[in-house]
């Protein structure tokens, strides 16, 4: 492993003796990445601490199997209380989250950066593109970040008296990747805004759709 990332494209940084060194591609990291490796350090001191784990632990609700089910079940809700804004709340949810998966899918595969956590434990740190496509590697951007944001900006536009526990529980899940060495600042940030962005799309896809079908209903 070590003999491959030195021989590939990409920034490694790693332990010699008591210093630190980039080696690789390039001469250095760069100006966010220097900040992102301080941040951590700083920041992961604790990250054993039980109320860091139990942050942790709530965080994982960003994952996209519980953010899947609790979009799901808000349309089901919706549905069984034939509440048509509580469905199409959960339908955008589902909409926003599948287009932050598919968008944060597409740039991890594109960009491998490890995760805090190897640089902790391993004292090294790498950014390849196209690089190995394993869980280790997946630190850009934050996919967690990137599913709660786009599915709280959904509920809050159908649902604007939800907008601040879903805003809150968005935040919460960002903020528990950094203490817990899952993410960097700067994986956090980027998931948050393809949060945005995703939902932004989702709303004009839908915008689109029914403008379209509102054609056809009346040509």
């Given at each position: 492993?070590?003999?491959?990332?030195?021989?590939?494209?990409?920034?490694?940084?790693?332990?010699?003796?008591?210093?630190?060194?980039?080696?690789?591609g390039a001469a250095d990291a760069t100006a966010v990445e220097e900040?992102?490796?301080?941040?951590?350090?700083?920041?992961?001191?604790?990250?054993?601490?039980?109320?860091?784990?139990?942050?942790?632990?709530?965080?994982?609700?960003?994952?996209?199997?519980?953010?899947?089910?609790?979009?799901?079940?808000?349309?089901?809700?919706?549905?069984?209380?034939?509440?048509?804004?509580?469905?199409?709340?959960?339908?955008?949810?589902?909409?926003?989250?599948?287009?932050?998966?598919?968008?944060?899918?597409?740039?991890?595969?594109?960009?491998?950066?490890?995760?805090?956590?190897?640089?902790?434990?391993?004292?090294r740190y790498e950014v390849r593109p196209l690089g190995p496509d394993?869980?280790?590697?997946?630190?850009?951007?934050?996919?967690?970040?990137?599913?709660?944001?786009?599915?709280?900006?959904?509920?809050?536009?159908?649902?604007?008296?939800?907008?601040?526990?879903?805003?809150?529980?968005?935040?919460?899940?960002?903020?528990?990747?950094?203490?817990?060495?899952?993410?960097?600042?700067?994986?956090?940030?980027?998931?948050?805004?393809?949060?945005?962005?995703?939902?932004?799309?989702?709303?004009?896809?839908?915008?689109?759709?029914?403008?379209?079908?509102?054609?056809?209903?009346?040509?």
């Amino acid at each position: 492993m070590q003999g491959e990332a030195a021989s590939s494209p990409g920034r490694r940084r790693g332990r010699d003796g008591g210093g630190s060194k980039v080696v690789g591609g390039a001469a250095d990291a760069t100006a966010v990445e220097e900040a992102d490796i301080a941040l951590s350090a700083e920041i992961t001191a604790a990250r054993h601490h039980p109320a860091v784990r139990a942050l942790g632990t709530f965080g994982e609700l960003g994952d996209q199997p519980p953010l899947f089910g609790l979009c799901a079940g808000i349309v089901a809700a919706g549905a069984l209380r034939r509440d048509s804004r509580i469905a199409a709340a959960g339908a955008m949810m589902l909409l926003s989250f599948g287009a932050a998966t598919a968008i944060k899918a597409v740039l991890k595969r594109s960009v491998s950066r490890t995760r805090p956590h190897v640089l902790l434990d391993e004292g090294r740190y790498e950014v390849r593109p196209l690089g190995p496509d394993a869980g280790p590697w997946h630190s850009f951007p934050s996919g967690h970040t990137a599913g709660s944001v786009a599915a709280a900006r959904a509920l809050a536009r159908v649902v604007p008296e939800a907008a601040l526990p879903a805003y809150a529980a968005a935040a919460v899940v960002a903020a528990a990747q950094l203490p817990t060495a899952r993410h960097f600042a700067s994986d956090v940030v980027a998931g948050a805004a393809i949060g945005v962005a995703a939902e932004a799309l989702a709303r004009r896809g839908v915008r689109l759709a029914l403008a379209v079908a509102a054609r056809r209903a009346g040509g």
